[in-house]
């Protein structure tokens, strides 16, 4: 058991092909492997304040950047001395079993002729693509345009599959949780092509 937990404690959930940087054992920064006795040595000694922090992310340049009086002027938002920005907060309480069911939103903003684009970077454990894939095929709306892949400068950059009335699924190859995050070229490229309804 122990074996197993020395892998997936260092193993990037968000984004399965980068290194693991945890936020709460900042020697891992510099360090990224050690002992599963000193990851649990971590967890006791300086639990995460936020239970929805990203655990391998490296925040530290998003930290700085959201910090910058410009940035949250842009933004309008409170002064940083007021409040300090995360990317991730319990702020919002998830629960597993939401009183609302999703789908019935998305279809009813589907039929009132909105357009969606719902992707998935194809490196994500957190929301796996299959998991993302499986509940946009489940809605069961007519098919547009069947599962074909979508290129970058003559490189497959995903797969996309588009359905009536107006919903475009799509998956950006190699990129984690946070697409524009990991894969920022094929981001822009997805969305604006979503905009200009190009995909």
């Known amino acids: 058991m122990l074996?197993?937990?020395?892998?997936?404690?260092?193993?990037n959930k968000y984004d399965i092909i980068t290194e693991c940087h945890r936020q709460d054992d900042p020697s891992s920064l510099v360090e990224p492997r050690r002992s599963s006795a000193h990851a649990a040595e971590v967890r006791r000694a300086r639990p995460a304040a936020l239970g929805h922090t990203v655990a391998c992310g490296d925040r530290r340049l998003s930290l700085q950047w959201m910090a910058l009086p410009e940035v949250r002027a842009a933004l309008h938002a409170v002064p940083a001395d007021l409040v300090e920005w995360q990317p991730c907060s319990d702020v919002l309480h998830y629960?597993?079993?939401a009183p609302i069911y999703m789908v019935n939103v998305h279809r009813k903003l589907l039929d009132a002729g909105l357009r969606a684009l719902i992707y998935s970077g194809d490196h994500d454990m957190i929301v796996p693509f299959t998991s993302t894939?499986?509940?946009v095929y489940g809605m069961e709306l007519e098919m547009e345009a069947p599962y074909a892949a979508w290129m970058v400068d003559r490189q497959v950059a995903g797969f996309?599959?588009?359905?009536?009335?107006?919903?475009?699924?799509?998956?950006?190859?190699?990129?984690g949780h946070m697409v524009p995050s990991s894969n920022p070229r094929e981001a822009l490229e997805l969305i604006s092509r979503f905009l200009r309804n190009e995909l």
């Open 133 to 135: 894939r499986a509940w």
């Open 160 to 175: 996309v599959a588009k359905f009536r009335p107006g919903l475009t699924f799509a998956t950006v190859k190699g990129a």
């Open 3 to 11: 074996a197993a937990w020395d892998v997936f404690y260092w193993l």
């Open 95 to 97: 629960k597993e079993h």
